[in-house]
């Protein structure tokens, strides 16, 4: 077993840190992302806890300092596996390498496997185009209403996604057609997610999707990550959607979460409750509310947001606890496209031990360097990936000092004691 108790990977969803060298294979926009580097250009945006733990060593960054002893470790993470979406950088840092990856259709979805799906759920369906999911139920919403008929759309990413009003079309109606889509698409149709996407509103004052959101995932390979850590006993408590993405496997406990600020919360609530194991958080409100909608100011403010929460989370670390922090894709809300973008993912890590601060982690050339290592650390090996635990580990220097402390008006006392979850 490794130096950690516990490990706390918080994935930034969508938060990439620059373009890849094979973006240009993923997009016509993909060469131009940069989704950190041009979020803070067009919306200046201290960062302070995230610029201490050694962010602005990974890359310049607008405004974000490279601090001369950060107290993390920095690098950045290529995407290896062939995609850019939730399920493929989610599966990536679990040690899955998807090549190929799963099917897109950009042209809609064949119509043998659109009229075996209506047939199915015993109605038609509109649009069976890609599109942007805010776009297309303004557009189609009115007709919707009208004939009950579900929302059919795709986009640049491996998905299947059916919109529905929920005063129309009840929840669990919606969710079970999003079960009839799942078992139908096998073989060449096999999408990385089905989602339910409900909504609500009228045609005079527009439409708005709600969070009764739900996504319903291909099943992860055997021997990722969370199975090896089950096998050997290291219990997993899962915070917003990593639980879909992975279909529970693995997971010891989980919560649900309704914000980005929710699911820092309950990040917290997990820093008093799990005794030892993995806590595996997605913070998706960066991709779902801001990336997509090209929203600059709204995912700036949630940047400030979570490193506000950060500064709160470092201050209550254990002195056996690891902070990973990383990201499954990017999705630049500055390109014209609304979709996500094929980027490096931002890599830090962070412990109150000195002797695991000031490390150039490097150009990781996987996701699954972070499964990796955790899985190391809890005395468990994956197929993919290279651990970088050993090289953080490296003699305390003289001084013991390591940089600036964190902002001061961020730390609270810890809560003593720990119960498991």
């Known amino acids: 077993m490794g130096p950690f108790a516990r490990i706390f990977l918080i994935v930034l969803d969508s938060v990439g840190i620059g373009a890849m060298p094979d973006a240009a294979r993923y997009g016509s926009e993909d060469p131009l992302s940069d989704t950190l580097g041009h979020v803070l250009e067009r919306q200046p945006t201290p960062l302070p806890t995230l610029e201490a733990l050694g962010l602005g060593h990974i890359r310049p960054l607008h405004g974000i300092v490279a601090q001369g002893s950060p107290r993390g470790s920095w690098g950045r993470c290529a995407l290896r596996s062939d995609g850019k979406d939730t399920t493929t950088g989610h599966w990536e840092m679990a040690g899955i390498i998807l090549d190929p990856g799963f099917p897109i259709f950009l042209g809609g979805f064949p119509i043998e496997l659109v009229a075996e799906f209506e ?23 009115a007709e919707h209403l009208r004939t009950g008929f579900p929302i059919l759309y795709t986009s640049a990413d491996s998905v299947f996604q ?15 057609m999003c079960d009839n ?25 527009g439409f708005v999707r709600t969070r009764n959101r739900h996504d319903y995932a291909v099943p992860p390979p055997a021997g990722m990550l969370l199975d090896r850590l089950a096998e050997r006993g290291v219990p997993v408590h899962a915070i917003g959607k990593i639980a879909d993405i992975f279909l529970g496997r693995g997971i010891s406990s989980h919560v649900p979460m309704s914000s980005n600020a929710d699911g820092l919360e309950k990040t917290l609530d997990a ?12 913070l998706v409100d960066f ?12 995912y700036a403010a949630a940047l400030a947001e979570c490193d506000r929460y950060l500064g709160r989370i470092v201050a209550r670390l254990r002195a056996d606890d690891l902070l990973l922090l990383t990201a499954d894709h990017g999705c630049d809300p500055t390109t014209r496209s609304t979709d996500h973008t094929r980027e490096y993912a931002p890599l830090l890590a962070y412990s109150t031990h000195p ?6 982690l490097g150009t990781r050339a996987s996701l699954a360097d972070v499964g990796q290592t955790i899985a190391e650390n ?20 003289g001084d013991g000092v390591m940089g600036p402390p964190f902002p001061r008006e961020q730390k609270r006392a810890a809560k003593p004691g720990a119960r498991a979850i």
């Open 119 to 141: 047939r199915r759920i015993g109605c038609g369906t509109l649009g069976n185009v890609a599109a942007s999911g805010t776009e297309i139920i303004q557009r189609l919403g």
């Open 162 to 176: 059916l919109a529905a009003h929920e005063e129309r079309v009840s929840l669990d109606r919606l969710y079970a």
């Open 181 to 205: 889509a799942r078992a139908l698409l096998q073989g060449p149709w096999r999408v990385g997610r089905v989602i339910a996407r409900p909504f609500l509103g009228d045609a005079g004052q």
């Open 271 to 282: 820093m008093d409750a799990v005794a030892a194991g993995l806590v595996f958080v997605n």
């Open 287 to 298: 991709d779902m509310l801001y990336g997509h909608r090209n929203d600059v100011a709204g």
């Open 355 to 360: 002797a695991f601060a000031g490390q150039d």
């Open 378 to 397: 809890f005395g468990a090996a994956l197929a993919a990936g290279d651990s970088f635990l050993s090289s953080m580990k490296r003699a305390q220097r």
